[in-house]
């Protein structure tokens, strides 16, 4: 068996009763828990030297775990003639306003009917700096969140792009709609953001291995009235882009988005979605070299809901 891929941690004190797979996914979120219970079947697992075939295994603290991933098979875009709202483009880079419930790429659980599959039937070419299975995409949103996403149409293109997320000078603006009133009308949140070791699929500031992470957010109104109010509507800048990023750090000041069960907002019928919006995003193309802003009007059912608590407002 090569070895030339290997990754390897030591199991700290606080993991000490962990099971093997939750420590695994701590260390490597990249991966997921379903993976790594493979590979360890596979013998691609050892501790302190030896293969460990059960994932289960509870770990005392101190040992050296290593893991040696298998490459998995490759993944191919196909192209599927489904609609693609485009809402701006030039040589270098389209813009999407893409709908809410529609994921980007695929992945676990997704592997057509995605913003990629739509990309391919509509363009011929993009990039291919993301692979095959992710051709154009620079950044991504959430399943259910909707707004403005870039892909580039070039590899010159979505390096620049990238660049700019990088040296954090794109602005990002979004809308969200969040549960209670904040005590300050503007702020700041810099929490740390990291894999729940617990529950793989949510994201927690609460962990201290936790990645640098900035957000801030302006109170646009407050509804049904600013005394006591049930919800709060935001402008949200964020200056870097975690996974979830918005959503676990406004759930984590006590404020979920309105409709995200996952960070333990109330259920919501009504609006059958998360009240969060990719409103407007400002790069330099590299195409032009001047600054783009790209604007994603918010969408009717949120549009419907806001006007059904107490009136409709964009941020001035």
């Not at 797979?21 to 991966?31: E, N, R, S, T």
């Not at 040992?63 to 040589?91: F, G, S």
């Not at 620049?160 to 709609?177: C, G, H, N, P, W």
């Amino acid at each position: 068996m090569e070895r030339d891929t290997e990754l390897a941690f030591t199991v700290g004190a606080a993991q000490a009763g962990w099971r093997l797979d939750h420590a695994l996914q701590q260390a490597f979120p990249q991966f997921s828990r379903a993976r790594m219970q493979l590979w360890a079947k596979s013998g691609r697992v050892r501790v302190d030297g030896t293969p460990v075939t059960k994932a289960s295994l509870v770990l005392r603290g101190g040992e050296t775990v290593e893991l040696e991933p298998d490459a998995p098979p490759p993944l191919h875009a196909e192209p599927e003639d489904l609609p693609v709202d485009v809402i701006y483009e030039d040589a270098a880079v389209i813009a999407i306003n893409k709908p809410a419930g529609l994921t980007v790429h695929a992945g676990a659980g997704a592997h057509s009917g995605t913003l990629v599959n739509r990309l391919v039937a509509r363009f011929q070419n993009l990039s291919k700096v993301g692979g095959d299975e992710r051709p154009g995409i620079v950044h991504r949103l959430d399943k259910e969140t909707s707004g403005v996403l870039l892909v580039a149409r070039t590899d010159a293109a979505h390096r620049s792009l990238a660049a700019q997320f990088q040296d954090r000078t794109v602005e990002k603006i979004y809308l969200a709609l969040v549960h209670g009133a904040l005590k300050k009308d503007a702020g700041r949140i810099t929490a740390p953001i990291a894999r729940d070791p617990v529950r793989r699929t949510r994201m927690t500031t609460k962990v201290a291995t936790g990645r640098a992470s900035l957000t801030d957010y302006k109170v646009l109104r407050r509804y049904p009235d600013p005394a006591a109010a049930k919800y709060s509507y935001l402008e949200v800048k964020i200056g870097t882009g975690r996974t979830h990023q918005i959503r676990v750090h406004l759930a984590s000041i006590g404020h979920p988005v309105v409709g995200d069960r996952l960070y333990g907002a109330p259920a919501n019928e009504t609006l059958g979605r998360n009240f969060l919006h990719a409103h407007r995003i400002s790069f330099d193309s590299p195409a032009t070299g001047e600054r783009v802003t790209v604007t994603a009007p918010l969408p009717d059912e949120l549009v419907r809901f806001l006007e059904s608590v107490g009136g409709f407002r964009l941020p001035g």
